[in-house]
């Protein structure tokens, strides 16, 4: 499999048998969501639930089990702050091939630790991916050790379509795929084997609106500097595979782009109506869903939840942005006359609507306070955005000045 005109459908079927008990076959669930467009048939495959709880196991093992005895007695190399770091490391282990994972620099510590418990040494080099993978290339010349690309690798493309080999085995009535795409592994192996399986399904491709590398080559435009960093990190890549294009090129129908609110909102929604916790790019393609609902509805859409490796702080972030958006939580702020009773008055509207008062700030010196006034900011939760809506109906009949609502 040297290039992507010799990589076919068979390579996702012998990825399968080489990769069959050293890899997860993880639970596929059918869902009806409920959307303002109406019900939406839902397909999910639950790869967060792997052993490191993404889907790049499927690809490392199969390149390493690839390798000749030569090279696995040389050990690998391979550079990442995340999901194939860890899938490289625990399977090197479990197959006693040296491993050393280059990571940047300031890469979290338990995401250090976790690769180091898989048995890998761990080199931290670089302020970001680029260079981390530039110093991991020249330590692969320099020493022998066999690069492990993390997506543009004929091998690895294999191993990561055996996801929607799987999903489609279980449920072949799916006839839309929504993959993630970062460098384009997962969705170029999961467009081969669904089309391998039935050439009629439409793959779509979903990339985070701040990193959209792989629709800028496919449409040839220029690709936008970086904008920050992304809730969905396992995506944001700058610089799209060679392979994985020209594979993208012939099976995907189009590239959709989502936003960062867009994408914790599905992350949200995965926590509620499936109790599964997805990283950013794990939500990315339920995003899109849910962002469309109009143009999904009547379709059999199978969505990969590709990876729950998130931070807790990043997703103790996301929720209550998310509850922020949905108004279960509110931010008020009322201009009251300096004098005693203002507090318990809104307090006692509040309490009636049956809201729950959980941060209260009462300040004389800053803002638009003029006079004898004081502003009071509060903090509410909520049932919904109606249940707001009556609580702010209720601090307004009792002459209350209700200024910001957030």
């Known amino acids: 499999m040297a290039d992507s005109q010799t990589l076919h459908f068979s390579d996702v079927q012998n990825a399968a048998r080489a990769i069959a008990g050293g890899v997860k076959r993880t639970p596929c669930r059918h869902a009806v969501w409920e959307t303002e467009a109406g019900a939406l048939d839902l397909f999910f495959k639950f790869d967060n639930r ?100 993390p997506f543009d690798d004929a091998q690895i493309i294999a191993g990561q379509g055996t996801l929607a080999l799987e999903m489609l085995e279980d449920f072949p009535e799916i006839d839309t795929f929504i993959v993630p795409i ?45 904008r920050g960093r992304s809730v969905a990190e396992g995506i944001a890549v700058k610089q799209p595979g060679i392979l994985t294009r020209q594979i993208i090129e012939n099976h995907v129908s189009r590239i959709e782009l989502v936003s960062e609110a867009q994408i914790e909102t599905a992350i949200i929604r995965l926590l509620e109506e499936e109790k ?40 103790a972030t996301c929720l209550m942005r998310g509850l922020a958006r949905t108004s279960r939580i509110v931010a008020l702020t009322i201009l009251l006359d300096d004098v005693p009773g203002g507090l318990a008055r809104s307090a006692a509207a509040i309490a009636e609507a049956g809201g729950n008062v959980v941060e209260v700030q009462h300040q004389r010196q800053f803002g638009d306070v003029i006079g004898a006034q004081v502003e009071l900011k509060i903090v509410v939760e909520t049932q919904d955005e109606t249940h707001a809506e009556r609580i702010l109906e209720a601090l307004r009949n009792r002459g209350l000045n209700v200024l910001v609502r957030g």
């Open 276 to 315: 599964t916790l997805a990283e950013g790019a794990g939500a990315a393609a339920l995003a899109l869903v849910l962002a469309r609902p109009h143009e999904f509805r009547g379709k059999k859409i199978g969505i990969p939840i590709c990876g729950g490796n998130l931070d807790m702080r990043l997703l």
């Open 50 to 149: 792997q052993e490191t709880h993404a889907f790049k196991e499927r690809g490392a093992l199969n390149k390493l089990l690839a390798l000749s005895g030569a090279e696995k007695s040389r050990g690998v190399v391979a550079a990442s702050a995340g999901n194939h770091a860890q899938a490289v490391a625990r399977h090197a282990g479990r197959l006693g091939i040296a491993a050393t994972i280059v990571m940047p620099l300031g890469t979290p510590f338990n995401k250090v630790a976790n690769t180091q418990k898989w048995g890998a040494q761990v080199v931290l080099e670089g302020t970001n991916f680029e260079e981390a993978q530039t110093f991991a290339l020249e330590k692969s010349a320099r020493e022998g050790l066999t690069w492990i690309s």
């Open 182 to 226: 970062g460098g384009g592994g997962l969705i170029s192996g999961c467009a081969l084997a669904a089309h391998g399986m039935n050439p009629k399904i439409e793959v779509i491709g979903v990339q985070s609106a701040l990193f959209p590398a792989m629709k800028c080559a496919l449409e040839g435009c220029e690709i936008p500097p970086s």
